[in-house]
C-alpha cells in the first residue's frame, strides 16, 4: 500500500506547512492499506489502520 507521512499531507494540503507534531485520529474513513507515519496515534486509529492491511508507524516527536 501507499505510504503517508508528515511530508505527504503537507504537499496534499492536509496539514499546514509549518505543522511539526501529527496525531493520527480515527475521525474520517480509508479503503486501503496504508503505511502511515506519524508522531502519534488514538488506539482507535491504530485499529482502523490495521484492520485494512495497513500498518502505524510511530516517528521521532519534534515537538517541543
Known sequence: GDTV???S???KGLIGKDVS???VLAGGVIDK???VR???FSAAAVKMIALLGGEAVKVK???M
Do not use: E, G, H, P
Request: hydrophobic share 35%; aromatic share 6%; net charge positive.
Open 38 to 40: 506519524a508522531n502519534s
Open 21 to 23: 507534531y501529527v496525531k
Open 61 to 63: 516527536s519534534k515537538r
Open 33 to 35: 492499506a496504508l503505511t
Open 5 to 7: 507521512d508528515i511530508n
Open 9 to 11: 499531507m503537507k504537499q
